[in-house]
Structure formats: structure tokens, C-alpha cells
């Protein structure tokens, strides 16, 4: 403000300023009241002899550290459940790869499944085992796909993941066929 603005402001204001003289006695009521204040909140000579100021970094350190470990906590939370990541967060392509392998995934594992003779069992349960494996091999690629920055070759080797568990299901299904059906042959030639 220029001083011209100054000079009007109080101009303005001239007659307005509260100037009372405080009431008589009033120096002696504030120092009583203060001194009567201070004697209920001093316990002992010894908190009497701490700053007040001491206290308040107290506080101020103990808050700093109540944050500083909520966001560690937070942090470490947070980065746990990012710490891995499948085709589908790569790009809209690879979403609809990942649903078109994993649906194909799931219905050949129906299949296999629907198989409940003798003969089939121990192929299934080798089969089971074996995809089980790809999966945990799956699971370790989804963390090199973060670690790696989406790099092609591990985009590369979740995609041959899904085609070698795909590819497993149809051998062994097609396995299963081919014992039922020799099963079913030879049946017919012994009767």
C-alpha cells in the first residue's frame, strides 16, 4: 500500500479505535489468575525446570514417527499387491490373449476332468501335477513382467506358458481318447 492509502485507511477508521483504560485492578486480576493457573499445573520442581518448548518437540517427534511409520506400513501394503502383474495390465491385446487362454484353459481342464475311468485317472492326476507346475512358473513370470518393465521376451515366454498347458490338456485328452477307443475296439473283437 502507498502511504497515501495508509493515511486514508486510518482517516477512515478515526473514531473507531477501542482506546478504553482498562478497569482498576485488572493488572492484579490477570497476574492472579495467572500465577493460580500456573501452581495447579506445576506438580513437582522437576517438570517446573522443563521448558515448555521440550514438551512440544516430544509431541512433534512422536507424531513424526507415528507418520514415518504409517507410510512405511503404507508403502510396503502397496507394493506388496503391485509386485506382480499378467498380460491383461500389459495392453487391451494382450487382456483379450489372457481371456482366450485362460477360457481355453478352462474348458479343456472341464474336460479332462470329465474323464473318471480307471485307465484315466493316473493320466489325469499326472496331468494335474504337470499343470500345476506351469502355473507356479506362470506365477514367477508375472513378478519378472514387473520387474522387467513389460519386457517382450517375458511377454513372450507367459504367452508360451498358456500354449504349454493348453497343448499338455489336448495330449492327454486326446491320450484318454485313444485308450477308450482301443478299449472300445478291442471290446467289440472279443464279443
Not at 11 to 39: M, Q, V
Not at 72 to 80: A, D, I, P, R, T
Not at 97 to 121: G, Y
Amino acid at each position: 500500500m502507498k502511504k497515501n492509502d495508509i493515511d486514508d485507511l486510518f482517516n477512515r477508521l478515526e473514531g473507531t479505535y477501542d482506546i478504553g483504560e482498562t478497569p482498576l485492578g485488572h493488572s492484579n486480576r490477570f497476574l492472579n489468575k495467572l500465577n493460580s493457573d500456573a501452581a495447579i499445573s506445576v506438580n513437582t520442581e522437576a517438570t517446573s525446570q522443563k521448558p515448555v518448548y521440550f514438551l512440544n518437540w516430544k509431541r512433534a517427534i512422536a507424531i513424526a514417527a507415528v507418520v514415518v511409520l504409517m507410510f512405511n506400513v503404507g508403502s510396503f501394503l502397496f507394493s506388496e499387491s503391485d509386485s506382480t502383474a499378467d498380460l491383461a495390465s500389459v495392453s487391451p491385446e494382450m487382456e483379450q490373449t489372457q481371456s482366450f487362454f485362460v477360457s481355453t484353459l478352462n474348458q479343456e481342464l472341464q474336460t479332462l476332468k470329465s474323464f473318471d475311468s480307471p485307465d484315466a485317472k493316473f493320466l489325469v492326476e499326472d496331468a494335474l501335477k504337470q499343470i500345476d507346475i506351469l502355473e507356479k512358473q506362470y506365477e514367477g513370470l508375472k513378478t519378472d513382467l514387473v520387474e522387467s518393465g513389460n519386457d517382450n521376451r517375458v511377454i513372450y515366454a507367459m504367452i508360451t506358458n498358456f500354449q504349454n498347458r493348453i497343448e499338455l490338456l489336448q495330449e492327454v485328452i486326446l491320450k484318454i481318447e485313444e485308450i477308450k477307443d482301443l478299449n472300445t475296439t478291442q471290446n467289440e473283437n472279443i464279443i
